[in-house]
């Protein structure tokens, strides 16, 4: 039944080399899927409604790079239908992933946060804390509290819209590191939308090749050394290769989205 089922891959790197793609690809691969790439950010790109799943990317810049563009235009109007028809009971179902960049315009697009610059780049390997909804939430359950995921990004969500949430049925389910000598609000870092739609701020597809990739780059390198220690450094390279690092959270999150979207359209289908 899985192959009669389509995801679309949302490529919102607006052209820059990334990993992320291939990392996507590889695991919608190994989920059984069929699959297309829309390069939205850089070519205007559009997927149909057509689709089952859909997989929006990470990407470089500011979430609101979009604003005033066509493309950004057709990523909300592509929402609003997927939306829309998820709110209808008699409908097929469309499930939707947003990664990072897609995140905080998912955030942005719900109006679930605030969405701003940090203060300084996160890059790297970070443990991540499960909220009160995260230690129930079934695509962490395989996850320990703090887990580990790849986490590169110059902007964050805070100050969450509770009434928002609250009205949509969204759940805050993941928050960044604890920092107890840093007096700034930690950032959101997953939320469950609905049924169908969820997203992290951390890259779940991120794969030790991927990582090793990033860090091997001498300015990566020094990003990491210079702010976190040599010892920091070769702690996150440990991380990703260590079975309960992002291997398990790269093995559990995205993966287990797919299996309960294929598990609840193929019920769809019967």
């Known amino acids: 039944m899985e192959n009669n089922i389509k995801a ?9 080399t990334n ?16 699959f297309d790439i829309f390069e939205m950010r850089g070519k205007n790109e559009t997927p149909t409604t057509d689709y089952d799943i859909y997989i929006s990317s990470g990407g470089p810049g500011s979430p609101w790079d979009g604003e005033g563009k066509k493309w950004e235009d057709d ?13 209808n009971p008699t409908n097929k179902k469309k499930y939707v992933f947003f990664i990072c960049h897609s995140f905080q315009i998912m955030v942005r697009y719900f109006g679930l946060g605030e969405v701003v610059m940090r203060n300084s780049k996160s890059f790297g390997i970070y443990p991540i804390h499960k909220t009160k909804s995260g230690e129930v939430e079934k695509l962490f359950k395989e996850l320990s ?16 819209n509770l009434k928002r949430l609250d009205q949509l049925g969204s759940k805050i389910i993941a928050l960044e ?19 169908e739609f969820f997203g992290t701020q951390f890259h779940p597809e991120a794969d030790p ?14 990003h990491v050394v210079s702010k ?8 996150m390279l440990n991380l990703c290769e260590s079975e309960d690092g992002i291997k398990l959270t790269r093995k559990s999150v995205l993966p287990g989205f ?8 193929n019920n769809e289908n019967t």
């Open 209 to 222: 090749e991927s990582m090793h990739y990033h860090f091997m780059k001498p300015d990566r390198r020094e």
């Open 75 to 87: 990523y909300f109007k592509l929402m609003d239908a997927l939306w829309a028809n998820n709110q």
């Open 145 to 160: 509290d703090p887990f580990y995921a790849a986490d590169f990004r110059e902007w964050q969500v805070i100050q969450p």
């Open 258 to 265: 797919l299996k309960e979207a294929i598990k609840q359209l």
């Open 228 to 235: 976190y220690g040599e010892e920091r450094y070769n702690e």
């Open 19 to 34: 990993q992320g793609i291939r990392c996507i690809k590889d695991i919608l691969s190994e989920s059984g899927l069929k």
């Open 177 to 195: 590191k604890i920092r107890p000598h840093v007096d700034l609000e930690r950032a959101v870092m997953a939320i469950r939308v609905s049924n």
């Open 8 to 16: 679309a891959i949302i490529d919102l790197y607006d052209g820059e």
